[in-house]
């Protein structure tokens, strides 16, 4: 178990509607990032926060966003969802963000678009 | 451009030993990482290189050459519990860049 924790579980959702995907890091990390999964293929880097900032942002559309919170736990919201979205969401907590730094992964959220 | 490759599927015997290779082209280059998938879970991290080197952990070895932007992941001692997806990630400065990974089946 590496500490960090993701809600909820599983989620369905249809075409349009938005979602909020949340993530509580590991204790005294202060850094989190989010991933996609789809099905077959390795995580795909959505953003980094790093003490309440975004701190890096991969090749997402701005309908992906998120926040940071003071106790660094983070949430991941997804707009105007999309069939292409349906994918497992996995956060990843570190100690410091910088690239030599472990980054410890929550169990994700599987989220299905109908 | 970016780019990262790995086998997609190796199948090795129970106490054997199998070396998964990766080569990347990735700018802002930091290091390479290697982390381990089970059906159904989670990534979990096994090892860092920042430097041209072997670096060892237990059964597992990986090794980088930055010059020749390749890496590769050594696994001893092969047991059923190995069974997994392996991802190389090269780092960049604040990101991991993940490929499609190499399946891992081990075999009795």
């Known amino acids: 178990e590496t500490g960090v924790t993701q809600s909820p579980t599983h989620l369905i959702k249809t075409r349009g509607q938005q979602v909020t995907l949340r993530c509580s890091s590991q204790?005294?990390?202060?850094?989190v990032s989010w991933y996609q999964q789809a099905l077959g293929q390795g995580p795909q880097f959505i953003f980094q926060?790093?003490?309440?900032?975004?701190?890096g942002r991969g090749n997402f559309p701005p309908r992906f966003s998120g926040l940071q919170f003071p106790n660094y736990s983070s949430e991941l919201n997804v707009n105007a969802l999309e069939l292409d979205d349906s994918a497992l969401y996995l956060c990843?907590?570190?100690?410091?963000?910088?690239?030599?730094?472990?980054?410890?992964f929550g169990p994700g959220t599987r989220l299905t678009v109908l | 451009g970016q780019s990262l490759e790995q086998p997609s599927e190796v199948t090795a015997v129970e106490g054997a030993i199998v070396q998964i290779n990766c080569t990347y082209q990735?700018?802002?280059?930091?290091?390479l990482s290697w982390y381990q998938q089970h059906d159904g879970g989670a990534p979990t991290f096994l090892s860092y290189?920042?430097?041209?080197g072997l670096e060892e952990t237990g059964r597992f070895s990986s090794f980088l050459s930055r010059s020749d932007s390749y890496g590769y992941l050594l696994l001893q001692e092969l047991q059923m519990k190995d069974s997994a997806s392996y991802f190389c990630?090269?780092?960049?400065?604040?990101?991991?860049?993940f490929g499609k990974g190499t399946k891992l089946s081990v075999i009795p």
């Open positions: 990843a907590s570190s100690l410091t963000g910088t690239s030599s730094d472990t980054q410890y």
């Open positions: 204790s005294g990390h202060n850094t």
């Open positions: 926060y790093y003490r309440e900032e975004e701190n």
């Open positions: 990735t700018s802002g280059f930091y290091g």
């Open positions: 290189n920042a430097l041209d």
């Open positions: 990630a090269p780092a960049g400065s604040y990101q991991l860049t």
